[in-house]
């Protein structure tokens, strides 16, 4: 069974960059099996999908958050992470990383998520 | 782009209701590329329904999908009391290749 844990600070100051890394566990970063997903989820507010890397590294991204996104894999450490540059306080969230199965679009295993809280 | 709308945005009922969750699509989508989640307070969301009307490993049968090109059904056949929360629809496969609905919350009358 794939689990997922996500680390990284819980505070963040305007304009700096984010940065969180998933852990996965039950399974490998450089499986074709699976594809890898950060997703947030603002107070008060609904889901939002952040964006996707898949086994061939082709990476897709919200474009609403493209410019500022990326999504780098480091499978010797069965890890990959998401770096969100120049945030504001909208980009306050939990931040969620999940995966599901090559071929298919659902998120099927989802980490526990991290509240990121950015003020100064 | 495709946009996911959900409707109600709040649904009061009592348990042993039958609950009807409404996703429409902006334009028409394949049902296989259809999901829905629920999500409750302090956790993660938990895929419930994929390729519309699939459920997932483990989920109960009172929960069942419908639909299809834009109008999607989510239907908890009676309420039980695990089953008040907030619940996404999602599309993939798409552009944006993923998406979800803004999400109805389900509430105990």
């Known amino acids: 069974q794939l689990q997922l844990q996500e680390s990284g600070p819980g505070l963040v100051k305007p304009s700096e960059t984010l940065s969180l890394t998933c852990t996965a566990s039950?399974?490998?970063?450089?499986?074709?099996?699976?594809?890898w997903a950060w997703i947030r989820h603002p107070p008060g507010e609904g889901l939002e999908w952040i964006g996707t890397i898949y086994y061939s590294r082709s990476t897709y991204y919200n474009p609403s958050l493209k410019s500022r996104v990326t999504i780098p894999v480091d499978t010797s450490k069965n890890q990959f992470s998401l770096t969100l540059n120049s945030v504001t306080v909208a980009d306050t969230a939990v931040y969620y990383c999940?995966?599901?199965?090559?071929?298919?679009?659902?998120?099927?295993?989802w980490g526990q998520g991290i509240l990121v809280t950015v003020s100064s | 782009e495709i946009v996911l709308t959900q409707s109600p945005g709040t649904l009061s009922l009592s348990p042993g209701e039958r609950a009807t969750l409404s996703c429409r699509a902006s334009q028409s989508i394949n049902s296989r590329y259809l999901a829905w989640y629920q999500q409750k307070p302090g956790q993660a969301p938990r895929l419930l329904i994929s390729?519309?009307?699939s459920r997932a490993t483990g989920i109960p049968d009172r929960f069942s999908g419908s639909g299809s090109r834009t109008d999607f059904t989510l239907t908890i056949s009676r309420l039980e009391p695990e089953d008040f929360a907030v619940y996404y629809c999602q599309q993939y496969g798409n552009s944006p290749p993923f998406s979800f609905g803004q999400g109805t919350k389900l509430e105990i009358k």
């Open positions: 999940a995966s599901g199965y090559s071929g298919f679009g659902t998120f099927d295993y």
């Open positions: 039950g399974g490998s970063i450089g499986s074709s099996n699976y594809f």
């Open positions: 390729g519309a009307s």
